[in-house]
């Protein structure tokens, strides 16, 4: 066994001497393994099926490579299949999401180290995650990966799972697209490498991505129609001869964890049975069609036009707003949190085009204690006194953040009114009903401002 190593490295050194000096300072490009058309960044390991019906003919039927990054391992998640949690929970979660990639071809598959995080508040979980390092993650993909186009989910906040890591996900992934192509984001990522092993500096180059779209996380998708293009789940693929949702809830198949009893039953029907299910809007597991959300093109680009169109032409224009300072004159008040949060988001990220909820919106469990934020912007020089009211339906309790108020000397002031919501019926639940919040905010001699909330109560909910 040593003679014949021996005789490999000097047939190795004999090699390296006969190869011209120019070839063998030739250096080495990208690593072409890991480039992709889509990438496709979600939350947990299971969020990737919201957008397979697309991925399956994107795959399949143009020929595109496809590279999934998930948010976090799912460590906080149910497991309906077996007795483990926490830890050993998210080693199964990732073999599942890793084997219902693979089940589309897809194979280049990352993690980032967001934590699972309960809430539908986008901010809890971007702190919970490490937004910064996260980020960096985030950016240091989209340069090794390359894509031309990224898919993730919808940031906002609408009635439905509205799950703050679904929303964390696509604020992330949106900074990603804007900063990637820089040449000062992350320079350790982008220095040259030396000769010799490199264990600080990456050697990516910066990277663009052309278009970026999103899916939602919402109760009713029909408000999102024309919003992006469209595509049908029924149709066929000319390659596989199966319609795109059966494609797509094959590969779903792994996710025992999570929908055990749905897997079960689904395989215990036919195909005419199964064909039946998927068709109903009421079970169904998608929309049809699918309509992915767009949300900013690198070149001009119309929000319908197909995902592979304009990779080319005159650059979109966007600039940012500048912050200008406020003045006792213009105070201003606002519902806070991440509806605030979003508002200067879309501005900042020049997401002129996304949908936002006619008013401002969300779904809690009934009997619970309902937060409304509110951010209130004012001259800086002096303090302010307000008086502070609520509207609130027959049934509800406002427990606290009411009344005569002097905010300090500050340009923003952020408050919280706080009110006990009824516990209702099972009969009630089901009328899917909502109530319009209030809060009223005077200002001695000026006209009082109002904010609106939309409320759902339901069964269960994610917390507020």
């Given at each position: 066994m040593?003679?014949?190593?021996?005789?490999?490295?000097?047939?190795?050194?004999?090699?390296?001497?006969?190869?011209?000096?120019?070839?063998?300072?030739?250096?080495?490009?990208?690593?072409?393994?890991?480039?992709?058309?889509?990438?496709?960044?979600?939350?947990?390991?299971?969020?990737?099926g919201?957008?397979?019906?697309?991925?399956?003919?994107?795959?399949?039927?143009?020929?595109?490579?496809?590279?999934?990054v998930?948010?976090?391992?799912g460590?906080?998640?149910?497991?309906?299949?077996?007795?483990?949690?926490?830890?050993?929970?998210?080693?199964i979660?990732?073999?599942?999401?890793?084997?219902?990639?693979?089940?589309?071809?897809?194979?280049?598959?990352?993690?980032?180290?967001?934590?699972?995080?309960?809430?539908?508040?986008?901010?809890?979980?971007?702190?919970?995650?490490?937004?910064?390092?996260?980020?960096?993650?985030?950016?240091?993909?989209?340069?090794?990966?390359?894509?031309?186009?990224?898919i993730?989910?919808?940031?906002?906040?609408?009635?439905?799972?509205?799950?703050?890591?679904?929303?964390?996900?696509?604020?992330?992934?949106?900074?990603?697209f804007?900063?990637?192509?820089?040449?000062?984001?992350?320079?350790s990522?982008?220095?040259?490498?030396?000769?010799?092993?490199e264990?600080y500096?990456?050697?990516l180059?910066?990277?663009q991505?052309?278009?970026?779209?999103?899916?939602?996380?919402?109760?009713?998708?029909?408000?999102?129609?024309?919003?992006?293009?469209?595509?049908?789940?029924?149709?066929?693929?000319?390659?596989?001869?199966?319609?795109?949702?059966?494609?797509?809830?094959?590969?779903?198949?792994?996710?025992?964890?999570?929908?055990?009893?749905?897997i079960?039953?689904?395989?215990?029907?036919?195909?005419?049975?199964?064909?039946?299910?998927?068709?109903?809007?009421?079970q169904?597991?998608?929309?049809?069609?699918?309509?992915?959300?767009?949300?900013?093109?690198?070149?001009?680009?119309?929000?319908?036009?197909d995902?592979?169109?304009?990779?080319?032409?005159?650059?979109?224009?966007?600039?940012?707003p500048s912050?200008?300072?406020?003045?006792?004159?213009?105070t201003?008040?606002?519902?806070g949190?991440?509806?605030?949060?979003?508002?200067?988001?879309r501005?900042?990220?020049?997401?002129?085009?996304?949908?936002?909820?006619?008013?401002?919106?969300?779904?809690i469990?009934?009997?619970?204690?309902?937060?409304v934020?509110i951010?209130?912007c004012?001259?800086?020089?002096?303090?302010?006194?307000?008086?502070?009211?609520?509207s609130?339906?027959s049934?509800?309790?406002?427990?606290?953040?009411?009344?005569?108020?002097?905010?300090?000397?500050?340009?923003?002031?952020?408050?919280?009114?706080?009110?006990?919501t009824?516990?209702?019926?099972?009969?009630?639940?089901r009328?899917?009903?909502?109530?319009?919040?209030?809060?009223q905010?005077?200002?001695?001699?000026r006209?009082?401002?109002?904010?609106?909330l939309?409320v759902?109560?339901?069964?269960?909910?994610?917390?507020?």
């Amino acid at each position: 066994m040593k003679r014949s190593l021996r005789v490999l490295v000097a047939v190795g050194f004999l090699a390296g001497l006969l190869i011209p000096a120019q070839a063998q300072q030739k250096t080495r490009g990208a690593d072409d393994r890991f480039k992709a058309d889509i990438l496709v960044v979600v939350a947990h390991p299971d969020d990737e099926g919201a957008v397979t019906p697309y991925l399956a003919r994107a795959i399949y039927d143009l020929h595109k490579r496809v590279a999934v990054v998930f948010g976090t391992h799912g460590g906080s998640g149910a497991n309906n299949h077996g007795a483990e949690r926490a830890g050993a929970l998210t080693d199964i979660r990732e073999i599942e999401a890793r084997e219902a990639c693979a089940r589309l071809g897809i194979t280049n598959v990352w993690f980032l180290d967001g934590k699972d995080t309960a809430s539908q508040n986008v901010l809890n979980s971007l702190t919970n995650w490490g937004h910064g390092a996260n980020l960096e993650r985030m950016v240091e993909l989209v340069r090794l990966t390359r894509p031309d186009v990224i898919i993730t989910s919808l940031p906002g906040v609408f009635i439905g799972e509205n799950h703050g890591d679904h929303q964390a996900t696509g604020v992330i992934t949106t900074e990603a697209f804007d900063l990637a192509g820089s040449e000062t984001v992350f320079p350790s990522q982008l220095a040259g490498a030396s000769p010799k092993r490199e264990i600080y500096l990456e050697n990516l180059n910066p990277w663009q991505p052309k278009k970026l779209y999103y899916f939602p996380d919402a109760q009713d998708d029909r408000q999102f129609a024309n919003t992006g293009p469209a595509y049908s789940i029924t149709e066929v693929s000319p390659s596989q001869k199966k319609p795109y949702w059966k494609l797509a809830l094959y590969a779903a198949m792994t996710h025992l964890t999570q929908y055990p009893e749905a897997i079960e039953r689904i395989s215990k029907l036919s195909d005419a049975e199964v064909e039946k299910l998927m068709s109903d809007p009421e079970q169904g597991w998608w929309s049809n069609p699918e309509t992915l959300i767009f949300g900013k093109s690198y070149y001009e680009s119309k929000p319908t036009d197909d995902v592979f169109a304009n990779f080319e032409g005159r650059p979109a224009v966007c600039t940012a707003p500048s912050q200008v300072s406020r003045s006792a004159e213009n105070t201003t008040v606002e519902l806070g949190g991440p509806w605030n949060f979003y508002k200067q988001y879309r501005k900042e990220h020049c997401l002129s085009e996304l949908p936002v909820a006619k008013t401002p919106e969300i779904a809690i469990k009934s009997g619970n204690t309902l937060s409304v934020p509110i951010t209130i912007c004012h001259d800086a020089a002096g303090e302010l006194d307000i008086t502070v009211n609520a509207s609130v339906p027959s049934g509800w309790k406002v427990v606290s953040g009411t009344g005569k108020l002097k905010l300090p000397a500050e340009p923003r002031t952020n408050l919280r009114v706080e009110m006990e919501t009824p516990v209702l019926t099972e009969a009630d639940l089901r009328t899917g009903k909502t109530e319009i919040i209030r809060v009223q905010v005077e200002e001695a001699g000026r006209m009082t401002q109002t904010v609106e909330l939309k409320v759902a109560l339901r069964g269960s909910a994610l917390p507020e």
